[in-house]
């Protein structure tokens, strides 16, 4: 199929899929050196691009969240107003840049008159970047993704998600637990759809030693915004 012989919404598909496609052979294994000095190339200049597009925006909270969470529910609302807050206090907002929980937190970020960010991967679904983005950079590879969430923030609220969702924040805690990320707050909200995780930690992670008690310390778990600034901005 020539994609420019195609809707503009065609084009977009032929090349996502063609993006896709490469990533999978990416991750399959050995390749011959010329196929993976290609890949590197193309990583680099990702990581280069995330670099141009994001230096220099200041104070900034990364939100994680599902992208599954309509207007109307709880979670959404509640990250809209987080978003709110954090911009009334003069932090930029960063998420995944989709729908959700990520499309809450940057919506009350524009409604509060801050700087709102997003950092999209391009999905067969769901990830389509929401419209209440300032600033926006879209990445092949969730690795690179991950390093331009962290690298920018002083703190992480962590959202009802899923895998990703899981993935993001296990990902950071584990970047501090090792010291390769300084201290920085995580901030779990959501109320009872952390509980039975958190019970998992205490009860098997932590009795097992697999992690340390003092590691729990990294996540703060509450719903009051008051709180959750005043945990950011004692950090800061």
Known sequence: ?????????RSSDWYASIRDEEERAFLQGSRENPQEL???GRIFLEFVHGFQRLGGIGACVTVFGSARFKEGHAYYDLARQLGFRLAQE??????????????????GAKEGGGLSIGCNIQLPSEQKPNPYLDRFVEFEHFFVR????VKYSQAFVVMPGGFG???EVFETITLMQTS????????????NFWKKLGEFIQSTLVLEETVS?????????????????KIIKKRL
């Open 90 to 107: 003069g932090f930029a907002v960063m998420t995944g840049g989709g729908p959700g929980i990520m499309e809450a937190a940057n919506r």
């Open 180 to 191: 390769k990320l300084g201290y920085f707050p995580i901030i779990a909200m959501g109320g």
């Open 213 to 229: 008690a003092s590691d729990l310390e990294l996540i703060h778990a509450t719903d009051s915004l008051d709180r959750a600034m």
């Open 38 to 40: 290609a890949s590197a």
């Open 1 to 9: 199929m020539n994609p420019s012989n195609d809707s503009g919404k």
């Open 165 to 167: 969702t899981l993935d």
């Open 146 to 149: 991950k390093v331009m969430l």
